[in-house]
Nanobody, 119 residues
Framework: QVQLVESGGGLVQAGGSLRLSCAASGRTFSSYAMGWFRQAPGKEREFVARISWSGASTYYADSVKGRFTISRDNAKNTVYLQMNSLKPEDTAVYYC????????????WGQGTQVTVSS
């Protein structure tokens, strides 16, 4: 089973940028599509972005399209989320996880990384 560790979160002002990383263990990481999700206080966890196993295909939630970029480095077993033009409504705990059947999360959630955007 793949274990995931998210990092890179922090406090940033609106309009700023952050780059999240998700380090995965396991030899089969490069075979999996991966996604980023987020959960704001008092809200359901929601889909943010996903990337195919090869990195050739990506898909984004409308709320982040044009501002966030998902990428991966299979040699390093790592998935990234570059977040630009951050808004206060992007404040949430961000999680990465394997995805199946499109944007459906599969497996166990990691501890996530907190992103806080101040206005």
């Amino acid at each position: 089973q793949v274990q995931l560790v998210e990092s890179g979160g922090g406090l940033v002002q609106a309009g700023g940028s952050l780059r999240l990383s998700c380090a995965a263990s396991g030899r089969t990481f490069s075979s999996y599509a991966m996604g980023w999700f987020r959960q704001a206080p008092g809200k359901e966890r929601e889909f943010v972005a996903r990337i195919s196993w090869s990195g050739a295909s990506t898909y984004y939630a409308d709320s982040v399209k044009g501002r966030f970029t998902i990428s991966r480095d299979n040699a390093k077993n790592t998935v990234y989320l570059q977040m630009n033009s951050l808004k206060p409504e992007d404040t949430a705990v961000y999680y990465c996880i394997r995805t199946v059947g499109g944007s459906t999360p599969f497996g166990s959630w990691g501890q996530g990384t907190q992103v806080t955007v101040s206005s």
